[in-house]
């Protein structure tokens, strides 16, 4: 059974920084692109950045390009989304998936969902 958990969520203040972790067992990850999105309160879930199987394309949503770093490691079967310059519009609980290619990612169709994580900006 593949599963994935996020972690690094939690209170940052407008301006912040905070590196969210997602760790996948149950099936390497060296077979999938990787994604992080994120569904704010009463909003849609939203793409927010993919990476292919070996990180040789990223692609990142409009809303956090300039401020999101995604990277993923094979060997420990984890990927993690660095957000920077955070704003209260990022507030939202962040999801990581498994899937196909960062293509289908960004359209919204993964594979395997983890549980999400909650981001929440304010002072």
């Known amino acids: 059974q593949v599963q994935l958990v996020e972690s690094g969520g939690g209170l940052v203040q407008p301006g912040g920084s905070l590196r969210l972790s997602c760790v996948v067992s149950?099936?390497?990850?060296?077979?999938?692109?990787m994604g992080w999105f994120r569904q704010g309160p009463g909003q849609e879930r939203e793409f927010v950045a993919a990476?292919?199987?070996?990180?040789?394309?990223?692609t990142y949503a409009d809303s956090v390009k300039g401020r999101a770093t995604i990277s993923r490691d094979n060997a420990k079967n984890t990927v993690f989304l660095q957000m920077n310059s955070l704003k209260p519009e990022d507030t939202a609980v962040y999801y990581c998936?498994?899937?196909?290619?960062?293509?289908?990612?960004?359209?919204?169709?993964?594979?395997?969902w983890g549980q999400g994580t909650q981001v929440t900006v304010s002072s």
């Open positions: 149950g099936r390497t990850i060296s077979v999938y692109a």
């Open positions: 998936a498994t899937g196909p290619s960062t293509t289908q990612l960004r359209s919204g169709a993964g594979i395997y």
């Open positions: 990476i292919s199987s070996i990180g040789a394309t990223i």
